[in-house]
């Protein structure tokens, strides 16, 4: 079933061209990577699905109702939820508090979101998270002083709380060391597994895009210029010229060949 449409979006910035008749279909229960070169148009594309920005023309479809023009709030309330690059956390409050924050700011009515933090129902739902996330030793650990792959699955595991049908992630490994960042690919990947949400991560890593995407797309200049399985794609000429650079391809084969030797 398509979850989300995407149809000839255009978006412009003067001279720049940020979105060029962008069209994509996303189905349920995908793990969709989102790849390009800085400006290529992967964070224009993540915005205008999250009503962070509005194209200049074109439709977005969710359930197969029109949300191109519904702001980033009512968005999250029609179950697309998203992260950032950079995490949107309490840095003073410790990890429960910041998941009982939001999940507080989850609450239909005001009344509701002001109430006493510590309610059993909320608290519950923190300790699942908690635990799902790989939170749990950091509960009383103030934000700020988390490392940063803790805060990324600390911002994850805050955007899933109101139970999102697709997820967007901007950049879930960014800032994360090479020795940590498969562990919590692992972590997000599991975690959202268990709950089926759709997922779309834009990344630059491309082991990463490699070992969790199921479909990749590759945006250039504003457009995406391939769509399909990781392998296909990442061999995809385009892609491996504007994308990846003719000599991270040829590095990352030799070591492909190293392996087998």
Do not use: W
Not at 102 to 119: D, F, V
Not at 237 to 243: E, F, K, M, N
């Amino acid at each position: 079933m398509t979850l989300l449409r995407a149809i000839q979006l255009k978006k412009s910035f003067g001279s720049v061209m940020a979105a060029d008749n962008v069209s994509v279909d996303i189905t349920e229960n995908e793990v969709i990577g989102i790849i390009g070169a800085n400006g290529a148009g992967k964070t224009s594309f993540v915005n205008m699905i999250t009503g962070y920005l509005k194209p200049d023309s074109g439709q977005i479809l969710y359930e197969g109702r029109d949300i191109t023009a519904l702001v980033s709030r009512d968005i999250t309330r029609l179950g697309i939820c998203r992260s950032f690059q950079v995490p949107q956390v309490f840095s003073s409050a410790t990890v429960f508090e910041n998941l009982l924050i939001a999940l507080g700011a989850t609450q239909p009515s005001l009344g509701a979101m002001l109430r006493p933090l510590h309610q059993e129902e909320r608290i519950r739902e923190a300790e699942v998270l908690l635990e799902r996330y790989s939170l749990t030793d950091y509960r009383g650990q103030e934000s700020s002083l988390l490392p940063q792959g803790i805060r990324k699955l600390m911002d994850i595991a805050m955007a899933v709380v109101s139970h999102p049908r697709l997820l967007l992630l901007d950049e879930p490994t960014s800032g994360v060391s090479a020795d940590e960042k498969f562990g919590i690919m692992d972590t997000i990947m599991t975690a959202l597994k268990v709950t089926k949400v759709t997922t779309l991560f834009v990344e630059h890593d491309m082991e990463i895009i490699g070992r969790y995407a199921e479909r990749v797309l590759a945006f250039y200049d504003g457009g995406i210029i391939a769509d399909g399985p990781p392998g296909e794609v990442l061999e995809n000429d385009q892609v491996r010229q504007y994308v990846i650079g003719e000599e991270l391809h040829r590095a990352a084969t030799d070591d492909q060949g190293a392996g087998h030797a």
